[in-house]
């Protein structure tokens, strides 16, 4: 089987992935560590047989990729709404003989994207920071909305940043993204918001150094209605 594009929204209005796409993987590893959270970011999310997992903002599909290469059988979903990023993570998902399904849209859409595709894990890497804080709750809150009762999120992204030479750092993202858009991350913003549309047994699970700052990793719980059994993962 091989990887399907679904979605076909004008959706333009987005930071893209770099100046030049063949940039973006190479980025990520030398400014972000990518090869460093990456890995913890998996163990972290623990795909077993069987799970339905969304990577919103999949970017070019290094973590579903490795998610892919983890285990089997798995339902992989990537959203973003980058056409030409898109393809290159379903080349990339080629190479590793797992199929995925592939939306284009932004977080807020998560729940309607996936509409009859009840998901036990959502995670996101590298996104929340690049935009407006109501983006970021309509994000979240969206994602909350997918995963089935006892579903588990995992963001990876920049969080607050605790030292000053982590904050020096970050100004690095601050001067290419935005301060509006990266400050309520850098003063660690993101569990608050996950609490805030719902999620339960906010963790920061990790915190990483990078030439670019500190990148966090997340781990909330979509709560079970009371009186039912918990979900793994």
């Known amino acids: 089987m091989r990887s399907r594009i679904s979605g076909a929204e004008d959706a333009k ?7 030049q796409l063949w940039m973006y993987d190479f980025l990520s590893a030398v400014l972000a560590r990518a090869y460093h959270w990456r890995p913890l970011l998996l163990r972290q999310i623990d795909p077993r047989p069987g799970d339905r997992i969304a990577d919103v903002g999949c970017g070019t599909g290094t973590q579903l990729a490795l998610l892919a290469r983890a285990c089997k059988p ?59 804080l109501e983006e970021k709750r309509a994000g979240l809150a969206s994602m909350h909305a997918a995963l089935v009762p006892g579903g588990t999120l995992h963001v ?22 935005g301060f509006e858009n990266t400050e309520p991350n850098a003063r660690g913003v993101l569990p608050e918001l996950m609490i805030s549309v719902g999620f339960r047994d906010v963790q920061e699970a990790h915190v990483v150094e990078t030439p670019t700052g500190s990148i ?10 009371e009186g039912s059994r918990p979900r793994r993962g």
Do not use: C, N, W
């Not at 979903?77 to 980058?82: A, N, T």
């Open 13 to 19: 209005d987005y930071v893209p992935a770099a100046p």
């Open 74 to 132: 798995l339902t992989l979903i990537g959203i973003d709404p980058d056409p030409p990023v898109i393809e290159r993570a379903v080349r990339k998902l080629a190479r590793t003989g797992v199929p995925a399904l592939f939306l284009r849209g932004y977080a807020r859409d998560t729940e309607r994207l996936l509409g009859g595709r009840p998901v036990d894990k959502v995670l996101s890497s590298l996104v929340f920071h690049q935009v407006p």
């Open 156 to 177: 990876a992204d920049y969080g607050l940043q605790r030292t000053p030479k982590m904050r020096r750092r970050f100004r690095i993202v601050q001067k290419g993204d």
């Open 216 to 225: 966090s990793i997340y781990r909330a719980l979509r709560a079970e209605p």
